[in-house]
């Protein structure tokens, strides 16, 4: 009998740690990686044991994507959206394509809409815009080309014309979700203005003017948690601003330094932290103000002279890092704005970095990837290029799947283990 218990006790400390690890390794799981920079916006994963190094053998998947476009890899469940673009002159479709996680099969591909080719830059593309997602529905912006909601089969549940978005820059703003709503930045060259839209109809919710004339409409908005209430927050050419993401009412802006606005701000240690897009200070605001903050709420700000910044910045810790068009890392202490260390990567960066388990994964437009370790001193971990992929540029940012990477190429997704 003694045994039998003995056995018995054995086998049910063996089952509860069973149980315990499959709980803890669960727990490490990242959620879904539903929209620009991940669920918050801000770069940051929960993953857990996303690898350092990368080789042709942990190349789970590549698919050849049907069309072209810059617009970075979003995630819900086992499916994974993608924008692209096909055709030129008058007649340019903008398609929506959902990929298998686990395959890398294409499980639809959805012509969103065909109308003429606007004017980009070189570097820009006709479908740079990401997508998001609530798990029931994936919603897709094209500038000129219209706001498109699908539901999960690929059926089109409404279409939105936003405007003629003027300029020879194309756009850049991805959508997000905030409860009931899509929000989307509608900066231009013109007429410019932020749109709360009902996300089941379509139909127009709140309207915000912004400030007139600005070159174009690049940054994404993340809403935080201020003291309980919420803020939408977002950068612009010249500054940050806060809105109530419920009616669109603004709250408080901060003048910037050098224009542009593309980098997304990013979130902690109760602070905002901004990056201009052009040379120019870097700088943390703390939100809450109302009006014009620029004297008030700037908790510090430092000289940036590394050129242009099109990937927006991360913080890890307490360092924040930020990655210049050329490849020059930059991290700064997060609460008192010193500049800590400079560091050439190599190669050309136009995606935002990633951030899990401490470290940096930043992808050059060659297709490279470089993770790192910030701190007081940045520590360069690897430097990985898949041999034998199919080339192209690589623009878009990173997505976090299950403690694997995706990343896309302007015609080619990959994922990475």
Known sequence: MFGISFLADKTAVAVSLFVAMIAQSVAAEPGHWSRFRGPSGTGISHAAELPVEFGASDVVWETKLPVSGHSSPVQWGNRIFVTGAAGKGDAVERHVVCVDATSGEILWDRNAA?????????????????????????????????LHCFDNTGEKLWSKDLGTFPGGWGVGASPIIYKDLIIQNCDAEGASYLVGLDRKTGDEVWRTAREAKPRGGWSTPIVIDVDGHQELILNGEFGVAAYDPDSGKPLWHCNGFNGRGTPVPVWGHGMLYVVNGKSGDVYAVRPGGRGDVTKSHMAWHTDRRGGRDLPSPILVDRCLVAISMSGIATGYDALSGEELWKERLGGNYSGSPVAAGGRIYALAEDGTIVVMKPGKQLELLARSKIDGNSGGVFRSSPGVVSNDLLIRSDHSLYRLK
């Open 114 to 146: 065909v109308v003429s080719g606007e004017a980009l830059h070189k570097m820009n593309s006709w479908a740079t815009p990401s997508c998001v997602t609530d798990g029931e529905r994936v919603v897709a912006f094209f500038g000129a080309g219209g």
